[in-house]
């Protein structure tokens, strides 16, 4: 009886791993074949892509590269994606990470109210808040502007990287800060040499996060950036959708062009990223 009674255990545990790894293997597909379609398609010639589209190229090509560059304007809307991403994600690391010691380790009567003003800031879509800002930044004369776009991105990515450092930044125990005062060291030393190097994992992933919104921000780059001098690359991709709607290879190839950066950044810190939301767990526990 008891060895009946293993054997259904036995059968029960492969159905379920069956089971289970064929959906995982299903989700992956649907995933990933998206994303390999663009890629093939984006070296096929219009007149291959119109007969089928789901074949492989047949005589690949990189023209759809070079004219979406050319007639799209692609490199200028990349270096102002890189410049939004890179400098929004470094002053929204510096800035969260500072009021996250400050909520977290340095006790005062209007903390408790500054931290619930950042944590309402998840709250808020950028559709509520699209029409002030707006006027906000014509009226001030920051619109269609670099530093314009930049100040709006540290912004909202803001609330989301406070909280996550906030709550890390909560479990570094208490006698370290205590021992480091004890010998003299500034709250500005402690945050260099004792908060910083021992926060890399949650600054990692408030980086990717930050990094990701930025680069594929695309309603507020739209509304703010009336000029090629100021637009990014996700606005660049859109404009293919009007005039050249027609040139599928040239969509295929912006998009990849859109695509790869953010695919490579998450493929080198997915490590990085795991650590982080494993150690902030660990440390709730």
Sequence with gaps: MYEDNLNIRKEQN?????LIYTVFILFAVLTLYPLIWVFYSSFKPQLEIIRDSFALPKDPT????????????????????????FVSTGLVIIFSMMASFAFAKIKNRATPFLYNSFLMGLLITIQAILIPLFISMTRIGLRDTRTGIILIYTA???PLAVYLGTEYVKAIPDSLIESAQIDGASYFTIFLKIILPMCRPVMVTILIFTALACWNEFMLALVFTSSDAARSLPVGIYSFSGPLATEYGMQFAALVIGMTPMILLYAIFYRQI???FAAQGAIKG
């Excluded at 492969?14 to 069956?18: A, L, P």
């Design 14 to 18: 492969i159905f379920n791993r069956v």
């Design 274 to 276: 795991a650590h982080g």
């Design 156 to 158: 909202i990515n803001l």
């Design 62 to 85: 990189f023209i759809n590269y070079i004219q979406a560059v050319i007639k799209g304007k692609l490199d200028k809307y990349a270096i102002n994606s890189v410049i939004y991403t």
